[in-house]
């Protein structure tokens, strides 16, 4: 019978092979687990073999992340990888009012801002100037914004440092581009990839249930439309990230959905570069406050929706990543020990979770990330924002970190 874990038996999990726990494992439940780990592909579990993962306890739950940190090595070796970017947050004044937001603030309260394209700019030369290779750049969607202030970002950022990969705005900021301008989303978004937009951040799909979207915010686009738009920019060369939001009002069913939804695209578009799933912050958000989500995910939880995405995801996406700034630095550790090889991006300043109560920080330097990986007994390697690049990063012990042996492998 399957009882709860508590947190000390879950955090043991590292420690255990695949042979130690499989003979724990309920039947049904381990030969999924040794199919998928035989054949390295996800799509060969079935809807309800998927549910089942989901909704793991106990004993079988060790041998879902068992079995996902064993897939994780096979599938993405012992890398861990990272990209030194800066978070460029435009501006907090936003119309669109999320209740799992606690970044908008409405055009007349006090504490918005809204920076100018100079000063973005600025920001990149900085960026730029300290080793990033990559800014991320997304804010809340003001009313009566120039009609083309998504491409002139672009050409901002561009002019000041034409090599800088710009990874930037969210499906919403897309829909909401194509509504200022009335151009078709496929015209829209090959003018933003010729102003030099290089790939795009798939958030904006919490929970890709119209349902749950209509719980968290009724104004966001429909999960139909997020689909077309990550498709449109798939067709026109730009990647994308996928994403998905966990612990709030949703369950795991639609964890296994989403999954299946994304596995879906993929097959039709290859566009996409990683999977993040993203913890819940619910500390400073009217969606807890109002008594609609629950207190953010467990420990559990967080484990869990890694290692699912690791197995039902093989064959289709390969990076899974940690969103460091949501978890703290043991359960970001313990989330790459449980499928995920890649920590995201040093960030520099992040505003987003820090101000719906997250407590990780808002940057991590190169060498911290480095030394959290080597604590894990993994390799550190700093990548691009596709993955096409990665340059393995090891400090020799009589060596300083700005000594570190690289190696640079396509
Ligand atoms: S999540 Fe984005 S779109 Fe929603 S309220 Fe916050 S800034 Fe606006």
């Not at 012992?78 to 937001?101: L, S």
């Not at 690791?310 to 043991?330: F, M, T």
């Not at 987003?352 to 080597?374: H, K, M, N, V």
């Amino acid at each position: 019978m399957s009882r709860e874990l508590t947190p000390s038996e879950l955090e043991a999990f590292p420690s255990l092979d695949w042979s130690d726990i499989a003979p724990r494992l309920t039947s049904a439940l381990r030969s999924s687990l040794e199919k998928v780990l035989e054949t390295q592909n996800g799509a060969d579990l079935s809807l309800a073999e998927s549910y089942a993962l989901a909704n793991s306890e106990g004993d079988d739950l060790l041998g879902l992340l068992v079995a996902a940190n064993t897939l994780r090595a096979e599938l993405a070796g012992n890398i861990v990888t990272y990209v030194v970017n800066r978070n460029i947050n435009f501006t907090n004044i936003c119309f669109v009012g999320c209740k799992f937001c606690a970044f908008s603030r409405g055009p007349r309260e006090a504490d918005t801002y809204f920076l100018t394209l100079g000063q973005m700019a600025q920001k990149a030369v900085e960026a730029w100037q300290l080793g990033a290779t990559e800014v991320c750049i997304q804010g809340g969607l003001p009313r009566d914004l120039p009609k083309f202030h998504y491409r002139d970002i672009l050409r901002a950022v561009k002019n000041a440092v034409p090599r800088m990969h710009i990874h930037a705005f969210s499906p919403m900021e897309i829909v909401y581009g194509v509504e200022l301008t009335g151009m078709p989303l496929a015209d829209y978004l090959s003018m933003l990839r010729d102003n030099g937009l290089g790939t795009l951040p798939g958030t904006a799909a919490e929970i890709l249930d119209d349902q749950i979207r209509h719980i968290l915010s009724a104004n966001k686009l429909s999960t139909a439309l997020w689909v077309e738009v990550i498709r449109t920019a798939h067709r026109c060369g730009i990647r994308t990230t996928s994403t998905l939001m966990y612990g709030h009002a949703e369950t795991p069913a639609h964890w296994v959905r989403q999954m299946r939804l994304l596995r879906e695209i993929q097959s039709e578009t290859g566009g996409f570069t990683e999977f993040v799933p993203l913890g819940f912050v619910h500390q400073n958000t009217l969606l807890f406050h109002q008594g609609l989500a629950r207190t953010g995910p467990t420990l559990a939880e967080h484990l869990k929706v890694h290692a699912l995405a690791r197995l039902l995801l093989a064959g289709s996406i390969n990076n899974i990543q940690v969103s460091w700034v949501k978890l703290n630095r043991r359960l970001s550790q313990l989330c790459l020990h449980a499928g995920a090889n890649d920590y995201g991006g040093t960030l520099m300043e992040e505003n987003i979770s820090r101000e719906a109560g997250a407590t990780a920080g808002q940057y991590t330097s190169p060498e911290d990330f480095q030394s959290l990986i080597l604590e894990m007994g993994r390799i550190p390697a700093e990548r691009n924002t596709t993955y096409s690049r990665i340059n393995i990063k090891l400090p020799l012990t009589e060596c300083t970190a700005e000594q570190s042996l690289e190696a640079e492998f396509a």
